[in-house]
């Protein structure tokens, strides 16, 4: 918490830190991410910051409705972004429209679980139960339920944490240039065995 204090030059007075990257748009469900916040159950809805990074035509409208626990950061990029990722607790992204989802993936490297929409390239990402829950587009009840369950239960976030990190580590590019190197082979040798020498 103290590197995002830091990099955000705010005073940070709640125990949970939820965070949000991407362009305040429609498209991305930005607005629907005012309406996660306002669901919550009082007991975890009063322990939450909430740090929005991005801007976007929805900006200024949701700084209107945002409580005061609501920081918006703007465009944000490197060490700063990074900064954010690690100190958070939960990574909420309700988006439908990502067709691979950086942000989830940098989020999970980060060791952060992430709570998304089951849709698009992040359903790819995002394994639910084990470094995050993907919920129905636009349940509440279904982000809601992640959140709190999440929040309330310290090991299972932690866990989930390690599990993120972990799967991102499979993501890098020698580790998926391995993978698909070790596919190939293994067709080529399928291929070989058919093959009758003369």
């Not at 990099?7 to 305040?24: E, Q, S």
């Not at 429209?97 to 490297?109: C, D, I, M, P, Q």
Request: charge should be negative; aromatic fraction near 10%.
């Amino acid at each position: 918490m103290t590197a995002l204090i830091f990099v955000l030059n705010i005073i940070l007075k709640k125990p949970y830190i939820l965070t949000y990257v991407g362009r305040l748009a429609k498209e991305k469900n930005a607005d629907f991410l005012m309406k996660i916040a306002r669901s919550l159950p009082d007991h975890i809805r009063h322990q939450i910051h909430w740090v929005i990074v991005g801007d976007g035509p929805l900006k200024e409208q949701m700084q209107q409705q945002a409580s005061e626990h609501m920081t918006f950061t703007g465009f944000l990029e490197g060490k700063q972004l990074a900064h954010i990722y690690s100190s958070s607790d939960l990574f909420v992204f309700p988006s439908e429209t990502e067709t691979f989802g950086n942000v989830v993936l940098e989020s999970l490297a980060s060791g952060t679980p992430v709570v998304a929409a089951n849709a698009g390239g992040v359903k790819q990402m995002v394994q639910h139960g084990r470094n995050g829950y993907l919920c129905k587009p636009h349940s509440l009840e279904e982000f809601s339920s992640a959140i709190t369950g999440l929040l309330d239960d310290l090991h299972q976030r932690l866990h989930f944490g390690h599990a993120a990190r972990q799967y991102a580590l499979t993501q890098s590019w020698d580790a998926i240039f391995q993978h698909l190197l070790s596919e190939y082979e293994g067709v080529v040798e399928k291929s070989a065995e058919g093959i009758q020498w003369a």
